[in-house]
């Protein structure tokens, strides 16, 4: 398929200009992308996903200000089409006349899957930022959160996923190794229609027979494939088969049946074997991905997105976030050296300190130290020490590293062990028995035991830190617009909150797109009208 290109001429009586150029608003997202779309998206921009033969594309400009529009509004493929076809501000966004003839909705999909395999996949999102940079909309403060994105699958059971993923491995194979799979099959009549296979539910004995039964098909399965030369689709069929066994399913007695607890990263689904248990608190918790966004608190431009499991923490995504404000380590090096030979006359002209904020979830030791060493100003919320029942917390005792001692309360110093992974214990034992402060400090037999993070100097830095009456007023200032940007990315259910896609790398795409949607209708209320250059 070769490049399709914009029509450069509008019908004067058809123009969609006609019916939209004085009822919308100066600051509608319609009007931006009508004035700017064939900057921001020209053709051209896009070329390196078509042959140069081929049948004609739809103008990737024209499919580009649908996806974005799709994006902001929460549609899906079959209804953003619809909306181009009969919404004449649509038309006029794309920049064409109220007679220009729409597409198929698998337009979409097929230039989505272009973008993901190329080497720019987020280009959308890059060029709508690269016009707020180009205003000059994005300084050096930073502020992070994260989102729950729920998948776009049913969370399975056991016996589903074990079924499904016996399935998905036959699917792979063909011709004798298929012949081959099938003759060590126990239960070849469970995996022949689609649904659960057939048993008695409510006979316990029916049940651990049918799981069974099926663990022993999948093992057999995995010990047939062994020797035989595998294409990668039946190894990765191979894996989730394996996988889904081993997390789900112990021997006893002989035979195989349903663990009794949930294995680390465990898989939920085999439809979508990358989604995963989350929980965005100890009491809430969803099935899916994080959504993580980076934003420039001045003017709310969403500055980086990512995507990770639902169970994976927050400050993993950090350093892609961060990706423009936290220097290569070489960069690094020569800023410093630079700086330390510069004369104090041009310090007025050195580019800001770059500030990063953001709640706790982000706000670990290695994450804070790198910051630190990066000589960025880091305003990550570092959580407290706990206090069980409002007894005496780690802040109540003084902790000497160099000495490597600790104090009580009571005034009492014991020292302080260090242990292989560079922690501390201090032990304070039975003379916490006569205590007069036993009861404020703890209810153990043994007496207070005192553990000592391995990075104890960064979270006691930044701990320090935000105690500051003037940190807390900044941070309170600050960190919350992250918030509100998140709740304009998630004010549609569908496609929002709700992923409309399988698949790590696909929510990460469509989510990319949800934020270029939002960074553009941000653009058009500020009144930004004029990009730097095409990309």
């Given at each position: 398929?070769?490049?399709?290109?914009?029509?450069?001429?509008?019908?004067?009586?058809?123009?969609?200009?006609?019916?939209?150029?004085?009822?919308?608003?100066?600051?509608?997202?319609?009007?931006?992308?009508?004035?700017?779309?064939?900057?921001?998206?020209?053709?051209?921009?896009?070329?390196?996903?078509?042959?140069?033969?081929?049948?004609?594309?739809?103008?990737?400009?024209?499919v580009a200000t649908v996806m974005v529009l799709?994006?902001?509004?929460?549609?899906?493929?079959?209804?953003?089409?619809?909306?181009?076809?009969?919404?004449?501000?649509?038309?006029?966004?794309?920049?064409?006349?109220?007679?220009?003839?729409?597409?198929?909705?698998?337009?979409?999909?097929?230039?989505?899957?272009?973008?993901?395999?190329?080497?720019?996949?987020?280009?959308?999102?890059?060029?709508?930022?690269?016009?707020?940079?180009?205003?000059?909309?994005?300084?050096?403060?930073?502020?992070?959160?994260?989102?729950?994105?729920?998948?776009?699958?049913?969370?399975?059971?056991?016996?589903?996923?074990?079924?499904?993923?016996?399935?998905?491995?036959?699917?792979?194979?063909?011709?004798?190794?298929q012949n081959e799979l099938r003759a060590v099959?126990?239960?070849?009549?469970?995996?022949?229609?689609?649904?659960?296979?057939?048993?008695?539910?409510?006979?316990?004995?029916?049940?651990?027979?049918?799981?069974?039964?099926?663990?022993?098909?999948?093992?057999?399965?995995?010990?047939?494939?062994?020797?035989?030369?595998?294409?990668?689709?039946?190894?990765?069929?191979?894996?989730?088969?394996?996988?889904?066994?081993?997390?789900?399913?112990?021997?006893?007695?002989?035979?195989?049946?349903?663990?009794?607890?949930?294995?680390?990263?465990?898989?939920?689904?085999?439809?979508?074997?990358?989604?995963?248990?989350?929980?965005?608190?100890?009491?809430?918790?969803?099935?899916?991905?994080?959504?993580?966004?980076?934003?420039?608190?001045?003017?709310?431009?969403?500055?980086?997105?990512?995507?990770?499991?639902?169970?994976?923490?927050?400050?993993?995504?950090?350093?892609?976030?961060?990706?423009?404000?936290?220097?290569?380590?070489?960069?690094?090096?020569?800023?410093?050296?630079?700086?330390?030979?510069?004369?104090?006359?041009?310090?007025?002209?050195?580019?800001?300190?770059?500030?990063?904020?953001?709640?706790?979830?982000?706000?670990?030791?290695?994450?804070?130290?790198?910051?630190?060493?990066?000589?960025?100003?880091?305003?990550?919320?570092?959580?407290?020490?706990?206090?069980?029942?409002?007894?005496?917390?780690?802040?109540?005792?003084?902790?000497?590293?160099?000495?490597?001692?600790?104090?009580?309360?009571?005034?009492?110093?014991?020292?302080?062990?260090?242990?292989?992974?560079?922690?501390?214990?201090?032990?304070?034992?039975?003379?916490?028995?006569?205590?007069?402060?036993?009861?404020?400090?703890?209810?153990?037999?043994?007496?207070?035991?005192?553990?000592?993070?391995?990075?104890?100097?960064?979270?006691?830095?930044?701990?320090?830190?935000?105690?500051?009456?003037?940190?807390?007023?900044?941070?309170?200032?600050?960190?919350?617009?992250?918030?509100?940007?998140?709740?304009?990315?998630?004010?549609?259910?569908?496609?929002?909150?709700?992923?409309?896609?399988?698949?790590?790398?696909?929510?990460?795409?469509?989510?990319?797109?949800?934020?270029?949607?939002?960074?553009?209708?941000?653009?058009?209320?500020?009144?930004?009208?004029?990009?730097?250059?095409?990309?």
């Amino acid at each position: 398929m070769s490049l399709g290109e914009s029509p450069k001429h509008e019908d004067l009586f058809l123009s969609a200009a006609r019916f939209c150029e004085d009822r919308l608003s100066q600051t509608s997202l319609y009007r931006l992308l009508h004035e700017q779309g064939a900057r921001l998206f020209p053709d051209e921009s896009f070329s390196d996903l078509f042959r140069e033969v081929g049948r004609r594309s739809v103008s990737p400009q024209i499919v580009a200000t649908v996806m974005v529009l799709q994006r902001f509004e929460g549609l899906s493929d079959r209804e953003a089409v619809d909306h181009f076809a009969f919404d004449i501000r649509w038309k006029y966004a794309a920049g064409v006349d109220v007679a220009f003839p729409s597409f198929a909705h698998t337009v979409l999909v097929d230039m989505r899957a272009r973008l993901r395999e190329s080497s720019r996949p987020n280009r959308i999102f890059e060029t709508a930022l690269e016009l707020a940079k180009a205003a000059g909309l994005v300084g050096r403060k930073r502020v992070v959160d994260s989102t729950a994105l729920y998948d776009a699958v049913a969370t399975q059971d056991t016996v589903t996923m074990i079924r499904g993923a016996v399935r998905a491995l036959l699917g792979q194979v063909e011709g004798t190794l298929q012949n081959e799979l099938r003759a060590v099959l126990r239960r070849d009549d469970a995996y022949q229609t689609a649904g659960k296979p057939a048993c008695e539910w409510d006979d316990e004995a029916a049940r651990e027979a049918l799981i069974d039964a099926l663990v022993r098909d999948a093992k057999a399965l995995l010990s047939a494939l062994e020797g035989h030369p595998l294409s990668a689709p039946v190894q990765q069929a191979a894996q989730l088969l394996a996988t889904v066994v081993g997390q789900d399913v112990e021997e006893s007695e002989g035979s195989f049946r349903i663990a009794r607890r949930v294995a680390p990263d465990r898989v939920i689904s085999v439809v979508d074997p990358e989604t995963r248990h989350g929980h965005k608190t100890a009491a809430r918790g969803f099935d899916g991905y994080k959504g993580h966004i980076a934003i420039d608190p001045d003017s709310e431009i969403i500055t980086a997105t990512t995507v990770t499991a639902g169970n994976a923490g927050d400050a993993v995504a950090a350093e892609t976030l961060l990706n423009d404000v936290l220097p290569a380590p070489t960069a690094t090096a020569e800023a410093a050296v630079s700086s330390s030979e510069s004369p104090a006359s041009n310090s007025t002209d050195a580019i800001p300190t770059p500030e990063v904020y953001g709640d706790a979830a982000y706000g670990t030791a290695d994450l804070v130290e790198k910051l630190e060493a990066a000589n960025v100003e880091s305003n990550l919320k570092v959580q407290p020490p706990s206090a069980r029942a409002g007894k005496f917390s780690q802040d109540d005792f003084r902790i000497d590293l160099d000495a490597r001692s600790v104090q009580c309360p009571a005034g009492r110093v014991v020292r302080l062990r260090l242990l292989k992974d560079g922690a501390g214990e201090a032990q304070f034992g039975a003379p916490c028995e006569q205590c007069p402060l036993r009861s404020q400090c703890t209810d153990s037999k043994h007496g207070r035991t005192v553990f000592v993070h391995p990075k104890h100097r960064v979270l006691e830095r930044a701990r320090r830190r935000q105690r500051d009456p003037q940190w807390k007023a900044r941070y309170r200032a600050t960190r919350p617009k992250v918030e509100r940007k998140i709740a304009h990315l998630m004010r549609r259910r569908h496609g929002g909150r709700c992923a409309r896609v399988r698949g790590k790398a696909r929510v990460a795409q469509d989510f990319s797109l949800l934020a270029a949607g939002i960074n553009l209708a941000r653009l058009a209320v500020l009144g930004v009208r004029r990009a730097s250059a095409s990309p």
